[in-house]
């Protein structure tokens, strides 16, 4: 199996709190092409905990066109503000957060990942003995 780089991109993102009041935040994007389907996104929370998400790398592409997602995580496209702006929606028992972010730096982590892994072609990166392996392994 092929050895590809790993993709990272920290995105300055806004935690929207209301209509009128946001806080300032990083968001960590990581791409793996051997789990060529998904991104990382890690946040560093107040109580210095690293809190991490797995999203779809398609959902985040489908996102920035149009609304994607169901279910705990959802993607769509800032309405009125043009391509500058998208919004991703993080839900869980203990709360939802709801996050803007800037569409170019999430353009531009996706065309790195692309670049990689082409979107239709994430099978062939998959090391599908270990896969097997690991799923006997846990029997």
């Known amino acids: 199996m092929e050895s590809l780089k790993t993709v990272t991109q920290g995105v300055a993102v806004q935690l929207v709190i209301s209509r009128t009041y946001s806080l300032s935040m990083r968001m ?4 793996e092409p ?13 109580t210095d905990e690293l809190a991490e998400w797995v999203l779809g790398r398609d959902l985040l592409a ?3 066109s149009g609304s994607a997602g169901c279910g705990d995580i959802r993607v769509w496209p800032a ?4 391509d500058q702006a998208m919004y991703i929606i993080l839900g869980s028992p203990a709360g939802t957060a709801l996050l803007e972010v ?5 353009k531009a982590f996706l065309e790195n990942t692309e670049a990689l892994v082409p979107r239709g072609t994430e099978s062939g990166h998959i090391d599908w003995d270990l896969e097997l392996a690991n799923l006997f392994a846990k029997g």
């Open 79 to 82: 309405v009125g503000r043009g």
């Open 34 to 46: 051997t789990d060529p389907y998904v991104v990382h996104a890690a946040f560093i929370t107040d």
């Open 102 to 106: 800037p569409v170019q730096d999430v």
């Open 62 to 64: 489908d996102g920035l």
């Open 28 to 31: 960590g994007l990581r791409y």
